[in-house]
């Protein structure tokens, strides 16, 4: 089936960093979503893309459709406290989505 | 309004009990989801609604029965679940069956005892 393969697992960084983490994938996907979700709280769709080649920004958010349709990187610039959670990235193909292992963002104030 | 509804916030069941998880949209959304998630993992899929007919379970045990009564509402039916069941489970809906920017409810943290 469909996989993606998230990365880093984790991150520790200083507050005032920029942080960049990816998506990659075998297959192709027609949409590229990513989300963060908060403990014991629902993901919060970040940014939608749906064009390869796409290239969107959300605030301090910044995240790309690869031109192959096979993986998304996302930045967040100048991180603050509230920046902590796990992000997801997510496929979309058919009417299904496929999440990627997320990453923790942990920020150090 | 980009709000998904999902009550009961926490519900803790008996393996013998039987209940219900409720979601509802009003952004006129024709596709809804039910997702699972175990701690620290990513949501699982378990079944999505589009335009008020079940287009997909994936091979969820039959003491999971969903339910659309509406194209705003979403229902998860529970009957002797097992404590491995325990988990966050998410309603979600989208614009369409594409699953595209799939807006997620807050969840119904279940624990079965």
């Known amino acids: 089936g469909q996989q993606l393969n998230q990365s880093p697992q984790s991150m520790f960084i200083q507050e005032g960093e920029d942080v960049s983490m990816n998506c990659t994938s075998s297959?192709?996907?027609?949409?590229w979503l990513w989300y963060k979700q908060d403990p014991g709280e629902g993901p919060v769709l970040l940014i939608a893309?749906?064009?390869?080649?796409e290239l969107t920004s959300n605030g301090r958010l910044t995240a790309q459709f690869g031109i192959t349709r096979k993986d998304s990187f996302l930045n967040i610039s100048a991180s603050i406290p509230s920046d902590v959670g796990i992000y997801f990235c997510a496929g979309g193909y058919g009417n299904k989505l496929v999440f990627g292992a997320g990453t923790i963002l942990r920020v150090k104030s | 309004d980009t709000e998904v509804t999902q009550t009961p916030k926490h519900l803790v069941m008996g393996m013998t009990n039987k209940k219900s998880l409720k979601c509802e949209q009003h952004?006129?959304?024709?596709?809804m989801y039910w997702y699972k998630q175990k701690a620290k993992k990513p949501p699982e899929l378990m079944f999505v609604y589009s335009y008020e007919k079940l287009s997909i379970n994936e091979s969820v045990p039959s003491r999971f029965s969903p339910e659309c009564p509406n194209s705003s509402l979403l229902n998860l039916h529970l009957h002797a679940l097992q404590p491995e069941d325990s988990a966050l489970y998410l309603c979600?809906?989208?614009?369409?069956?594409?699953?595209?920017?799939?807006?997620f409810g807050q969840g119904t943290r279940l624990t079965v005892v």
């Open positions: 979600a809906s989208s614009q369409d069956w594409t699953g595209d920017g799939a807006f």
């Open positions: 297959s192709i996907f027609n949409t």
């Open positions: 952004m006129g959304h024709r596709a």
């Open positions: 893309l749906y064009k390869a080649g």
